[in-house]
């Protein structure tokens, strides 16, 4: 069961929700209750007369009837972020017919309130709970770029890059698909040479692809008409630090946006200041890099990269090479630095530990030509604690995955055998 307290948390996620006076939270972790559905359950269908809002804990919900185009802007095809609210179409006075399914695609827990009672409650609330009330309304039917809402929003579809150095073409990466929603964190395994750095870098706008297209938010950022170019709403962080050695922390932070002409000094400083306190680090901005260990390094780079508000966050193999020790805490100071500004995260690791740790989905890659083979949902609840690694649940996701990739590995390898011969 849910305590009121990590109800109130579960609901203070929701950013709408959020926005409402305090006794709006408090009213729905008083009423709502927790129910759990099996995998393949149907919450509701689109006949029911159910006028139930429901708020994921965890899980994932699909809707079926929401078109590919539509959930551009739209509506959801899935729930999958803890927080998200769904089925409220029904209960919203007004609201044009947009009535869909939930189905679980996993075990799934949701809150679940009336939702005639939910509406009441917003105006009992007054002028700015029925504002935030329309606010919600507007932002879930579909009008959330033009609201000024969450970015982030990535689409990648049917991605083909063919390298052909000298003439004699390489095929990396071939109808590879993927979407992923503003402020999800997404990690990508799969074999060495599949394609992972190839799809980072056509996202990341370094290099060009030869099929498909790569849009973020609905604008097309990377095809076979447009030339790619790198921009700071793509934030990259490699695995070779990239910390300038002559600077101090502090100077490597600023540095970017003044050069950008985005931000004055003065601007830069306090942006600085704020995100390396939000991560602990504020004793440390005189110092330079060599005086700090690898992980510390990786720290600044990964709180470095908010500077600039970016809408997605890329990240190369970040912290291969670190020891485990080293790995955890980058670890953790990458999930706070995540729940606490909830950027959509690209992530590419080889470790597949560290991909489930991490992420809300884990993409795994078939050998090259590569493609999507797999999805993992990791629907374990965040904030994730280190205890969790050696938890059941997490251990199973990781059995997931080191066999599908290691049945990639084992056909890379047949590849290369044959390849040499
Ligand atoms: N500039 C290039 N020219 C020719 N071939 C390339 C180039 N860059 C990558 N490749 C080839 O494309 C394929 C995919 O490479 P990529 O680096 O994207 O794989 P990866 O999955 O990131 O590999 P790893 O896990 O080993 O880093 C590989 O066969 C690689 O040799």
Redesign the pocket.
């Known amino acids: 069961m849910l305590t009121k307290d990590q109800r109130r948390t579960i609901l203070g996620s929701n950013r709408h929700l959020n926005r409402m006076p305090t006794g709006v939270i408090d009213a729905i972790a008083e009423q709502a209750e927790v129910l759990d559905f099996a995998k393949g359950a149907v919450i509701f269908n689109r006949k029911d007369s159910s006028v139930k809002c429901y708020i994921l804990v965890s899980g994932h919900v699909s809707h079926p009837e929401v078109q590919a185009a539509e959930e551009q802007f739209s509506i959801a095809r899935e729930t999958t972020t803890q927080g998200q609210l769904f089925g409220w179409a029904a209960a919203v006075d007004g609201l044009p017919e947009r009535i869909i399914s939930a189905r679980c695609d996993v075990p799934t827990r949701v809150l679940a309130f009336d939702g005639k009672w939910f509406q009441d409650l917003c105006r009992s609330h007054g002028e700015p709970g029925l504002r935030a009330l329309q606010d919600l309304v507007r932002s879930y039917a579909g009008h959330e770029r033009k609201i000024g809402g969450r970015h982030g929003w990535l689409s990648l579809r049917n991605v083909q890059?063919v390298?052909?150095?000298l003439g004699k073409a390489?095929v990396?990466?071939d109808g590879c698909s993927i979407e992923i929603r503003p402020g999800e964190f997404c990690a990508i395994v799969?074999?060495?040479?599949?394609?992972?750095?190839?799809?980072l870098?056509a996202v990341a706008g370094f290099d060009t692809i030869t099929d498909g297209e790569i849009l973020l938010d609905g604008e097309c950022i990377n095809s076979t008409k447009i030339m790619p170019k790198p921009g700071p709403d793509r934030i990259v962080v490699f695995q070779h630090g990239a910390l300038f050695p002559w600077a101090t922390v502090l100077e490597n932070m600023i540095r970017g946006p003044i050069v950008q002409g985005k931000m004055t000094k003065a601007q830069a400083t306090k942006r600085a200041r704020e995100l390396l306190a939000q991560v602990g680090l504020s004793t440390i901005e005189d110092r330079y890099p060599a005086g700090m260990s690898s992980g510390m390094c990786r720290r600044v780079e990964i709180v470095r990269a908010l500077m600039n508000d970016p809408r997605v966050i890329l990240l190369d193999?970040p912290f291969r090479g670190l020891d485990a020790l080293t790995k955890t805490v980058v670890h953790n100071a990458l999930l706070d630095m995540y729940e606490m500004n909830r950027k959509t995260v690209l992530f590419?690791t080889?470790d597949l530990e560290e991909a489930i740790y991490l992420a809300d989905r884990v993409l795994v890659?078939t050998t090259?030509p590569?493609s999507i083979k797999q999805t993992i949902f990791v629907d374990l609840p965040r904030p994730r604690p280190t205890e969790l690694l050696g938890k059941e649940e997490f251990l199973q996701l990781k059995d997931e995955a080191i066999a599908a990739v290691h049945e990639e590995a084992v056909k890379a390898f047949e590849a290369g055998e044959r390849e040499m011969a």
Do not use: F, Q, W
């Open positions: 890059k390298y052909d150095p390489t990396a990466v799969g074999p060495s040479g599949c394609g992972k750095s190839t799809l870098n193999e590419i080889h890659m090259r590569g």
